[in-house]
Each structure stands twice: as structure tokens, then as C-alpha cells.
């Protein structure tokens, strides 16, 4: 039976490296696809908990988790060589950045070199994890073949970049469109025929750097938007002006304007990394990215835009930030999500705790946070807490917030999302961003 036989009769079966916020609901839709599906992932405790159906991933319940774990489904496991077996495999690793803000594909390689252990004849091996442009021709291709077989005619090779917004309650990844590029158009095939089975919308494109170069477009999309409107707040700040009146009146232009939202800066796996991998390889050929290098910047100057609000708002109590009791709420990255990569909330308490705050939080989906010198644990969000702390923030604007509480309780509030949007207040009250 040929490949593509096997895909298109399910009887294929897949091999997942990296079972994170990516991986696991990727293996999740390609078993209720009825495909078999072996996930490899070098963390022995998420391999344990997965084979339990207990979840780490909050778009995977533990219930549907359940329901895709067995021999005929989900099986984990943290050695690759069980790959061996997979006709087809996946890569779903991190790609951080490294303090110096290069990209860091060492988890790439080293599921490469896992999948090199393992490659045969035939087998299909598509990249997922967000990179620069060259990656999957220039670093896989060539650790592939090392093996002695050539991609494109031993084994088909293609990117496939992932699109997943987590908490997202309308798009996942069975109706996200997937993107795919393959090193031939024979791989592009492959792989799109393998996502056709999953996955609602495929597009193929051109080459595997196209394919990379439309997720950084993405995200860097986002990401020079999001310091776009975050200069215009602070534009707004100056002219004594509401950006989310600005704003919200400037989006009912039928066409020609998005909205984006300022907010306290840029956090998760994603837009505040992504451009970088960018910036990054346009450096190798001497090109500066100025869009990318500028969104940045501001991006990465809210969390102290947001301290100098918690200043104005505490100088107006005639506190200083040095002994007063502030109480974050939320410090996931964006509502709703438990996910605190990145998460411009822990900059914000780094820098009140270098002033000498007291800095206490409530996150009712992130019970625990490991900051550079301490363990900080989610507090019960009680009116005695309200009322005793000095300044409240608001950091991320969970939907179970009950705001008017929250507002009427507060001695101040700082709001960095408009959360307490048409809530009335004495003046004075409410500080925005
Ligand atoms: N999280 C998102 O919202 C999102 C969205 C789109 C794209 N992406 C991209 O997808 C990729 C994965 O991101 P994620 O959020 O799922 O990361 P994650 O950290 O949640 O998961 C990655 C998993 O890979 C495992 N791992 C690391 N090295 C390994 C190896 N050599 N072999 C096997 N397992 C290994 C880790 O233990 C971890 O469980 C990244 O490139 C990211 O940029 C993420």
C-alpha cells in the first residue's frame, strides 16, 4: 500500500514530537479522524499524565483526552524510537529565543536527530513549529539526509505552520485553515492529503519558506499592530484623550480599519517571539527590520507605562509604590487561558517588587507563578483583600471577573484592558492605560 493509500484509508499512522499546547490537540483531531497516533515528548511527567487522560493542556479536556488515549488512538511515550513505527510525523516543538533574542531551534534539532534515528522509506515529516524562513530546506533537510536518503525522493519533507489560538471558543484546529509547503510539490501533496483527513481548510503553498514566511507575516501583523495602538494610547495619555473611545468610534469604519487594543505589552509563546526569528535571518543577509525592532520596543514598554500609571494612581492617595500592598488580577497572558509565558504581568511584578511593593495576585486559571527570585501563589479575591490592598491592577481581564465588585470595593484600580468599561465610579477611581 502506497502512502498516500494509507492516509486517505486512515490506516496510517501518525508520530507527534512535542505534545504542548500544539501537539497534544493536534493529536487529539488526528484521532478522531481515526487515525493511530504516537506521541513522543521528552517530558516524563506530560507522557504520564496523557496516557492517564489527565490534561495539561486547557483546550483538551481530561474528557476528551480520555476518549482518545488507546492502542486504536493516543498512545505517549518519551522514547523516539517509536517513531520507527509512524508513517507519517509531526514536529511540535518551542522555539524560544536565547537571552541575546536569536532564535533558539536547539529543540528543532534535537527532535531531528530523533527523527533521523527513525526515518525509512516513505515516511512524510512535517515541521510545525514557528521558525525563520530556511529552517525546514536548510537545517532539517540536510540532518535528514544524512541518513542517505534524499528528501523528495526517499522520504517527503514539509512545513506546515501552526495557527492555534489558544481559549479560542470559535477557532481550533479542526477549522482553523491549514497552510502547507512541501520541498516538492509531490510533498506539498503529502503532507496537505495527511491534513485533509483532520483538518477542515488546506492551502498549499509554494515552498517550505513560503509557508514559514506566512506565519511571521502573521504575527508580526499582530505584533507591529498591538505597539501601533500601544503608541497611540500613550499619544491618547498626552492629549488627555480615551483611546478606547478613540478607538472603539474609529471601528465603525466599515472598511479600511481593524481594531487592535492597547494593553500592559505582549505576551505567549508567540508574538512576542515570532518576529524576532524574523529579524533574525533578515540580520544574515543585512537587512535591518525596522517595523519589527520598533513594535518592540514599545511592545516591551508597557509593563512600565503600566508601573508609571500604579505610581500616578497611588501619588494620588499620596502613597509611594515602596510599602504598599498591590494586588494584581490575572496573570496569564490573555484572558480566559492559565498560560503565563511571557506574560507581561510578571514584568509588571518584577518591577513593583524592585520598588519595594508588596505584590500580591489573584488568577482564578494560574494558581502558581515562578518569577526570577520567588514563587508567587493566586490569593482568594475576598473583599477584605480588596479593601485592604492599596491599588488594585488589572492585568488580564478574565471573563469571570465580577467587575462592578471589583470597582466598588478597590480603594483604586488601574485598568490596563478597559475591563471596567461603562462601570460608573467617583473620579478619579479608575486610572486607564
Ligand atoms: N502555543 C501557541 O499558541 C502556539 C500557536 C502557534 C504556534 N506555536 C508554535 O508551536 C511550537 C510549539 O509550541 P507549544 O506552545 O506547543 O510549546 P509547548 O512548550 O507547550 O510544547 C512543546 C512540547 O515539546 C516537548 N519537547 C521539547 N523538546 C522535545 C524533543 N526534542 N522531543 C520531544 N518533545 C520535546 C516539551 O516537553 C513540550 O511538552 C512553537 O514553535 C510555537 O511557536 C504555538
Not at 505584533?223 to 500601544?230: A, E, M, P, T, W
Not at 508567540?270 to 544574515?284: A, E, G, Q, V
Not at 513594535?295 to 509611594?320: C, F, G, T, W
Amino acid at each position: 500500500m502506497t502512502l498516500k493509500e494509507k492516509i486517505e484509508s486512515h490506516q496510517a499512522r501518525v508520530g507527534i514530537i512535542g505534545l504542548g499546547y500544539v501537539g497534544l490537540p493536534l493529536a487529539c483531531e488526528f484521532v478522531r479522524a481515526g487515525f493511530s497516533v504516537t506521541g513522543v515528548d521528552t517530558d516524563a511527567a506530560k507522557v504520564d499524565g496523557i496516557n492517564r487522560g489527565s490534561s495539561h493542556v486547557q483546550d483538551v479536556t481530561d474528557e476528551v483526552l480520555g476518549s482518545r488515549i488507546g492502542p486504536q488512538g493516543l498512545t505517549a511515550t518519551t522514547r523516539v524510537e517509536a517513531l520507527r513505527n509512524c508513517d507519517a510525523v509531526i514536529i511540535c516543538v518551542p522555539t524560544p529565543l536565547r537571552k541575546t533574542r536569536d532564535p533558539d531551534i536547539s529543540y528543532i534539532v534535537s527532535a531531528v536527530d530523533g527523527i533521523a534515528s527513525a526515518l525509512h522509506k516513505d515516511m512524510l515529516v512535517i515541521l510545525e513549529s514557528t521558525t525563520y524562513p530556511g529552517t525546514t530546506e536548510e537545517v532539517i533537510r540536510p540532518k535528514l539526509e544524512s541518513t542517505g536518503l534524499s528528501a523528495g525522493r526517499d522520504f517527503y519533507l514539509a512545513f506546515s505552520p501552526e495557527r492555534v489560538d489558544p481559549g479560542n471558543p470559535r477557532f481550533h484546529t479542526r477549522n482553523t485553515p491549514k497552510i502547507v509547503g512541501g520541498i516538492t510539490p509531490e510533498c506539498t501533496e503529502m503532507a496537505a492529503s495527511l491534513y485533509r483527513q483532520a483538518v477542515e481548510t488546506v492551502i498549499a503553498v509554494s515552498s517550505t519558506q513560503c509557508a514559514e514566511m506566512i506565519k511571521l507575516l502573521e504575527n508580526t501583523f499582530r505584533s507591529v499592530n498591538i505597539g501601533l495602538v500601544n503608541e497611540i494610547a500613550l499619544m491618547c495619555a498626552r492629549l488627555n484623550l480615551d483611546v478606547w473611545e478613540v478607538i472603539d468610534a474609529a471601528a465603525t469604519k466599515p472598511f479600511g480599519f481593524m481594531p487592535f487594543y492597547p494593553g500592559p505589552g505582549l505576551g505567549g509563546h508567540c508574538i512576542p517571539i515570532d518576529p524576532h526569528y524574523l529579524s533574525w535571518k533578515l540580520k544574515t543577509l543585512n537587512y535591518y527590520a525596522k517595523f519589527i525592532e520598533l513594535a518592540s520596543e514599545i511592545n516591551s514598554n508597557m509593563p512600565h507605562y503600566v508601573v508609571s500609571r500604579i505610581v500616578d494612581a497611588l501619588n494620588s492617595l499620596q502613597k509611594s509604590v515602596n510599602g504598599s500592598r498591590i494586588l494584581i488580577l490575572g496573570i496569564a497572558y490573555k484572558k480566559d487561558i492559565s498560560d503565563v509565558r511571557e506574560s507581561p504581568a510578571l514584568d509588571i511584578i518584577n518591577l513593583l517588587q524592585d520598588k519595594g511593593a508588596q505584590v500580591i495576585y489573584h488568577d482564578p486559571h494560574a494558581p502558581e507563578v515562578h518569577l526570577d527570585h520567588a514563587v508567587l501563589r493566586s490569593v482568594s479575591l475576598t473583599d477584605d483583600l480588596l479593601i485592604g490592598s492599596d491599588c488594585t491592577v488589572i492585568v488580564t481581564n478574565h471573563s469571570d471577573y465580577d467587575y462592578p465588585r471589583i470597582v466598588a470595593k478597590a480603594r483604586i484600580v488601574v485598568d490596563t484592558r478597559n475591563a471596567t468599561r461603562g462601570l460608573t465610579a467617583p473620579r478619579g477611581k479608575i486610572l486607564k492605560i
